[in-house]
């Protein structure tokens, strides 16, 4: 039964790869309408995985994931049209302007032209872009590719915003220019799912949070909740205090083609 | 279903846009081809004297080949193209957008076809310029652009198979090689009766030899002439097999 004021409900999602490796052991959470929520974790904890699972880019093993409603695998493109992704992995057509890359997504959203030509001028104006809209996206600093993405994955309007690592690589100006429109979005209704490792940024944008570990989520709440539940003063303590360090266990796709398989026989 | 044609269409245009992005990169295509037929058309010129060589020009007997190293040359750049975008992460983006995927691999064909045409208009007004006769006249370029558009989406399916299957843009690179054996070994420089044996024993079994002589009896003889039906036959079929090879690799890479 689909929980009315949950837009993300996530219930016992499992991933394991092949050789037993469990990324994911059973998560089960929820996301509201409207909520920024944060997903913490160490390298190799599961953020990603359980996103891209989130997204349908991987395949759960078992467990349920309902968007807004929607039985994930069952309603792709209806699921597609509801968020938007910004990944970390910038991927950018580099034989396109910004221009052409947003007026191409927005046609494969089927939106209306006039939509399409609006959308892009509010969006170039948003991530400050305007100047260098007819640029190829292959001149682009890595600030303004993060920017892009971010105007990329809004073209329509999401209902929801998943962000995995959004301000990694940025220099502080370009960091608080996109917490702001992070702010802004959220603040017209937009719900956000973020994964970052900048636990200032979790703070200071997160209404709840999520930090897993091992594949599990190990605690979820506010930050004062958290807080006061595991007896840290700070978020990035109570961050330690839950995970601990696994450097070393970072997660490793291993269904990734392996193009040297052949060489090594 | 209503939105797939315009999906198919959008895509397909901004991979058109590729094939001149840079401008430059079109330059290897053109000038092999144009290179080889000047070079050939002079220097083998005294071959079609031979006993047993068809009583037409050594320029004229080549004159398809030239048509065919163009596209033999660029239809490997769907799956460099293809490579490029999975590595770089934009065909995740492709991918959760509310489109039906199929329109990915078809709308890459339709950049192959449309390369094919240009790079070929732009070879036959060279083989205009020089002379060469088309004894089938204007529907018969036709046809031989219809056989080449097939050959060439068939073609670029092995590059793409080999960029879905690897994701490696160095191995999908090196798939270039594979131009030679397939269009040496078959009947571009001499007839299948000149050849030494082995050879023409390989050519036989070559499919890439029946687009070349389709091609060749469009230009020399006359719609008359089976081999024109062979070559259709042939392209259609690699078409049909490496197309379906590579929607599956491309499932499989979805998954």
């Known amino acids: ?165 959004p301000t990694q690589g940025l220099d502080p100006h370009a960091r608080q220019l996109i917490w702001g429109h992070l702010r802004e979005l959220n603040e017209q209704g937009m719900t956000i799912f973020l994964t970052t490792h900048f636990m200032e940024e979790a703070e200071a944008l997160c209404e709840r949070i999520a930090i897993m570990d091992r594949g599990q989520i190990v605690t979820t709440g506010t930050v004062a909740e958290l807080q006061e539940r595991h007896e840290a003063r700070t978020l990035e303590e109570v961050f330690l205090k839950t995970t601990g360090s696994n450097l070393g266990e970072e997660e490793v796709n291993l269904n990734a083609p392996d193009p040297y398989a052949r060489a090594r026989m | 279903m209503d939105t797939f044609f315009s999906d198919w269409y959008y895509l397909s245009i901004r991979n058109i846009k590729q094939i001149w992005r840079p401008a430059l990169a079109l330059l290897p295509a053109i000038f092999m081809p144009v290179f080889f037929f000047l070079v050939n058309a002079s220097s083998l010129s005294a071959f079609a004297k031979v006993p047993g060589f068809p009583n037409v020009p050594y320029r004229d007997f080549i004159a398809p080949v030239a048509i065919f190293t163009a596209i033999f040359f660029s239809a490997g750049n769907a799956g460099i193209e293809l490579v490029q975008d999975i590595t770089n992460g934009y065909f995740k983006k492709l991918i959760i957008l509310p489109i039906n995927r199929l329109t990915i691999v078809l709308s890459k064909l339709t950049e192959v076809a449309v390369q094919a045409v240009l790079q070929g208009l732009i070879i036959l007004v060279l083989l205009l310029a020089v002379g060469v006769h088309f004894a089938t006249g204007f529907l018969g370029i036709l046809a031989i652009f ?110």
């Open chain 1, 1 to 165: 039964m689909s929980n009315e004021s949950a837009i993300i409900e996530v219930t016992d999602l499992v991933k394991t790869y092949p050789g037993d490796v469990k990324a994911v052991q059973g998560v089960t959470f929820q996301v509201k309408r409207g909520e920024f929520f944060g997903f913490l974790g160490p390298n190799g904890a599961g953020k990603t995985t359980t996103m891209n699972m989130l997204v349908n880019l991987v395949r759960k093993t078992s467990g349920s994931i309902l968007i807004d409603g929607l039985e994930l695998e069952k309603n792709l493109n209806e699921v597609y049209k509801r968020i938007g992704f910004a990944m970390q992995e910038i991927g950018l057509d580099e034989t396109a302007t910004a221009r052409e890359m947003l007026e191409l997504h927005g046609h494969l959203y089927h939106l209306p032209k006039d939509r399409i030509k609006s959308q892009i001028e509010r969006l170039l104006k948003l991530v400050e872009l305007e100047k260098v809209a007819d640029r190829f996206t292959s001149t682009y600093s890595g600030g303004m590719r993060r920017r892009f993405d971010l105007a990329l994955s809004l073209i329509h309007e999401p209902k929801i915003l998943f962000l995995d690592e």
């Open chain 2, 146 to 255: 219809g056989l080449l558009i097939i050959f060439a989406m068939a073609w670029s399916c092995l590059s793409m198979i080999s960029a879905l299957r690897t994701q490696n843009a160095r191995l999908v690179q090196s798939m270039f090689v594979l131009v030679f054996p397939f269009l040496y070994l078959t009947t571009s420089q001499a007839p299948l009766n000149l050849l030494p044996p082995t050879f023409r024993l390989i050519a036989t079994y070559n499919p890439v030899t029946y687009i070349v002589e389709g091609t060749r009896a469009l230009v020399l003889s006359g719609w008359s002439n089976p081999a024109i039906g062979e070559g259709f036959l042939t392209a259609g079929i690699m078409f049909v097999v490496l197309v379906s090879l590579t929607l599956a690799s491309f499932q499989k890479a979805l998954k």
